[in-house]
């Protein structure tokens, strides 16, 4: 592609992301929403040509400086003191719609149990910039904010961990320790790793004498946990948001002023041309999935329906377990349980689902109809929820 193209290309694209997010503040929509719609009519039309949506892409590239901008600005003491309701929801729940959904997918359309965990893993976490922008927008208490926003930070390191355990179970098999064993490794290294970043990031930021340059060391600073807690097999997400908290804690302590507010800035505004292009680019996608899904030899009633049971699976099985969990131990520190259910019903899922999805190995089994599902969840939830 010519570079004329390119930049044409992310001209038209950065333009009708801020139209759309401009159109859908004046009409008091939600942004990912209309977005997504543009991105589907947008795939619909014959002289434009969606992109590929690469899953290293958006899990390489987009994520880690997403969960980063969130985890720098979240304070270190909300995240300690909801730190249990934080991991029933970003370790037990991510496991327990994993296994549900596998269920339901395996019963549907018998693939191997392997498979349908994968899917389960994928539609597992919700996303982590959808559920805190609506609650901030209805304006939800603290606590609330602070345990979905908790949540969407460490979840996605659980999920993308399932995921890599059920696509090695698609061609040998593990064990419950072998799993075991990973899943402690990924975050003992990625809590270690992520430490270590911030430490190293902190120290420069001494070093440096002006914001601009402590502005781009901090552009860094997400990919240097990432990368190297992914290379030693460790979860790369834990990682940048143990970097994130860590630094943010001891900001006022290895910044000064004028070096946060430019940071707070710039990233700010990395962060909301980043999170508003990923549902344009997710919408976009549409026309090419369901067309896969159409040539992948399933009838359309089995494809539909396996996409209803996943929607329907994640947000029943979501409510079942935050509200079990509340009158398991909620009560005991006087939550209500109307909090509990707005927890349960913030369920939103966003593209790192759908990037999850498109990287299933191309042997996986019913993988058009795995991918559509995700697909089907992404903007059934956006949409219901």
């Known amino acids: 592609m010519q570079i004329e193209s390119v930049l044409e290309m992310l001209t038209l694209f950065t333009l009708t992301v801020l ?54 600005n979240t304070p270190l003491v909300d995240f300690r003191r909801n730190l249990a309701p934080i991991g029933w929801l970003s370790v037990g729940l991510v496991i327990f719609t994993t296994l549900g959904v596998a269920v339901v997918v395996w019963a549907l359309l018998g693939v191997p149990f392997a498979a349908a965990c994968a899917l389960g893993a994928i539609v597992a976490p919700p996303d ?14 603290r606590r609330v904010v602070s345990i979905l926003e908790g949540e969407s930070l460490v979840n996605d390191g659980t999920a993308l961990v399932s ?13 419950a320790v072998g799993v075991a064993g990973d899943f402690l490794w ?6 270690a790793i992520g430490i270590v970043a911030a430490r190293v990031g902190g120290w420069l930021f001494k070093l440096l004498p002006s914001g601009p340059m402590t502005t781009a060391l901090s552009f860094l600073i997400p990919f240097a946990a990432f990368v190297p807690t992914e290379a030693v097999r460790g979860s790369g997400v834990i990682a940048v948001v143990a970097a994130g908290l860590a630094l943010g804690h001891r900001s006022y302590r290895e ?6 507010v430019s940071q707070r800035m710039n ?16 919408g976009l996608q549409t026309a090419t999935i369901i067309s896969d899904a159409a040539a992948s030899g399933y009838d359309w009633p089995l494809i539909i329906a396996v996409c209803a049971a996943t929607v329907a699976a994640v947000i029943v099985l979501r409510l079942l377990w935050t509200m079990l969990t509340h009158f398991a131990f909620g009560r005991r520190r006087g939550n ?21 999805a498109l990287s299933l190995p191309e042997a996986t089994p019913a993988r058009p109809v795995l991918v559509l599902a995700a697909l089907a969840v992404t903007v059934g939830t956006l949409l219901l929820q």
């Open 186 to 191: 990924a975050v003992f290294s990625g809590v």
């Open 19 to 72: 139209l759309g997010c401009w159109l859908a503040e004046r009409l008091h929509v939600s942004a990912p929403l209309l977005l997504i719609g543009v991105g589907v009519l947008g795939s619909e039309l014959p002289f434009v040509h969606p992109p590929a949506l690469e899953p290293e892409f958006v899990l390489v590239g987009l994520l880690p400086p997403l969960l980063y901008a969130a985890a720098v």
């Open 336 to 356: 209500s349980g109307r909090e509990g259910f707005v927890i349960g019903w913030a369920g939103m899922r966003g593209v790192v689902t759908l990037a999850a």
């Open 255 to 260: 910044q000064d002023a004028a070096a946060r």
């Open 128 to 141: 982590a910039v959808a559920a805190t922008a609506v609650a901030r927008q209805v304006g939800l208490p």
């Open 163 to 175: 995921l890599r355990t059920a696509t090695v179970a698609l061609g040998a098999s593990v064990t």
């Open 267 to 282: 990233w700010t505004t990395i962060s909301f041309v980043l999170e508003n292009s990923v549902f344009l680019l997710l």
